[in-house]
């Protein structure tokens, strides 16, 4: 990296990682700031003036299941999903085993993705907010929308948070299983604050989701092998991690927040997503 750097008279420079330590193989490529780009591994800054961007060719990426699946089919996904129709992974091994002891006996299935050209939205890139990820969640998932300030705050959300995917291969954000769903079931009702949703949804770690889009990400998705799971072993596990997440969740809700930003307010204000009291 210091050869690199030196190479391109960009000495002595303190790098930011959003994401996550520096592997090898790595690609490092030169962007200016407004032509901000999102990648499997995240984004760098050096010196908030010049954008670099790490990533991997291929990334190894695991689906929980019970069974094998040694050939995803984008048909096959549920069009009610968090981000609609596609095949969902994660990069965490652990996580997926817990995903595949939903019933029996499971499958942790372990897949190669060559991201070479694939376009991928980064929920969590610096240019979105936790609003754009719930406007997508409320798009695909089914959601009753039992009060007028519900259905005020659907209308708004989908009107200046809904990102377009249309040109996506591939989508990382957070994964909304039946607690997330309760945390933004409860900001859109105007219950928690914006911060509390964002404190809760960082402290319950459920982790986040790598969804493949289109027929050209499952084109480069390579079976590698299938990880028995043990139902005894990670069914527990996985109750934990939702524990957490609904005790952590309960933790926001006693801490009132009397000065923070409620979805009223978003909408009675008018705040757009470049506001920094959405950051």
Same mark, same amino acid.
């Given at each position: 990296?210091?050869t690199?750097c030196?190479?391109?008279?960009q000495?002595?420079i303190?790098?930011r990682?959003?994401r &996550? ?14 032509h901000l780009? /999102?990648?499997? =591994? ?12 790490y990533?991997?060719?291929k990334i /190894?990426?695991y689906? &929980?299941s019970?069974e094998r699946?040694e050939q995803? +089919?984008?048909?096959? &996904? =549920?069009?009610t999903n ?7 992974c994660t990069e965490? +091994?652990?996580?997926a085993k817990?995903? #595949?002891?939903?019933g029996?006996? &499971?499958?942790?299935n372990c897949?190669e +993705?060559d991201?070479d050209g *694939? ?6 890139a610096p240019?979105y /907010? ?22 005020? #705050?659907?209308?708004? *959300?989908?009107e200046?948070? *809904?990102?377009?995917?249309n040109?996506?291969?591939v989508?990382i954000?957070?994964?909304a299983d ?5 945390f #933004?079931?409860?900001f859109?009702?105007n219950?928690?604050?914006?911060h ?6 960082k402290?319950?770690?459920l982790g ?15 079976f590698?092998?299938g990880?028995?799971v ?9 109750? =934990? ?17 009397l000065s ?6 978003i909408? =009675?204000?008018?705040? *757009?997503p ?6």
């Amino acid at each position: 990296l210091s050869t690199f750097c030196d190479r391109n008279r960009q000495k002595n420079i303190k790098i930011r990682n959003t994401r &996550g330590n520096f592997k090898s193989p790595a690609k490092f490529n030169l962007f200016s700031k407004r032509h901000l780009t /999102t990648t499997p =591994k995240g984004v760098y800054y050096i010196e908030d003036v010049t954008l670099w961007e790490y990533k991997m060719n291929k990334i /190894t990426l695991y689906h &929980g299941s019970p069974e094998r699946v040694e050939q995803p +089919l984008l048909a096959k &996904g =549920k069009l009610t999903n968090d981000y609609g129709q596609g095949f969902y992974c994660t990069e965490n +091994l652990e996580l997926a085993k817990e995903w #595949a002891s939903a019933g029996n006996n &499971g499958v942790a299935n372990c897949y190669e +993705l060559d991201t070479d050209g *694939l376009e991928i939205l980064n929920l969590s890139a610096p240019q979105y /907010t936790i609003l754009h990820w719930l406007a997508l969640l409320m798009k695909y998932r089914t959601i009753r929308l039992s009060t007028p300030v519900m259905k005020q #705050a659907h209308a708004y *959300l989908m009107e200046h948070y *809904l990102p377009d995917i249309n040109r996506y291969d591939v989508i990382i954000g957070y994964r909304a299983d039946d607690s997330y769903f309760s945390f #933004a079931r409860a900001f859109v009702s105007n219950e928690i604050s914006l911060h509390q949703l964002s404190r809760a949804m960082k402290l319950g770690e459920l982790g986040e989701q790598f969804v493949l889009k289109t027929q050209k990400a499952f084109d480069r998705i390579r079976f590698v092998s299938g990880i028995e799971v043990a139902n005894a072993v990670y069914a527990p596990l996985r109750q =934990k991690r939702d524990d957490n997440a609904r005790a952590a969740y309960r933790a926001e809700l006693e801490a009132e927040d009397l000065s923070g930003l409620f979805i009223r307010d978003i909408i =009675k204000e008018g705040i *757009l997503p470049d506001d920094p009291r959405l950051q």
